[in-house]
């Protein structure tokens, strides 16, 4: 992936994963800047501290955490009180 000066970022994803993630961000009222955001300040915050396991690596907590994400089925309620599942189909 190239790297400009912009500070647009430009990701390729599957297009079911795109809509999993905008309808999970959209139901805890998020819109996808706002959890990026938040998702790179704890990601370089957590560069900076100790990891609490030291043999576990960043990158080795992200793999993890990025595989399990993908699995998991989330229920949410709609506005009407029902639950909806959302997550891999």
Do not use: C
């Amino acid at each position: 992936m190239s790297r400009g000066p912009s500070g647009r970022l430009v990701v390729e994803l599957e297009p079911d994963l795109k809509h999993q993630l905008y309808v999970a961000l959209s139901l805890d009222g998020l819109t996808f800047k706002e959890w990026l955001v938040s998702q790179v300040d704890r990601y370089i915050s957590e560069q900076h501290q100790p990891a609490l396991f030291a043999a576990e690596s960043q990158s080795q907590r992200y793999a993890s955490t990025t595989e399990s994400n993908r699995k998991t089925t989330v229920q949410k309620e709609d506005a009407n009180g029902r639950k909806k599942n959302f997550g891999p189909r």
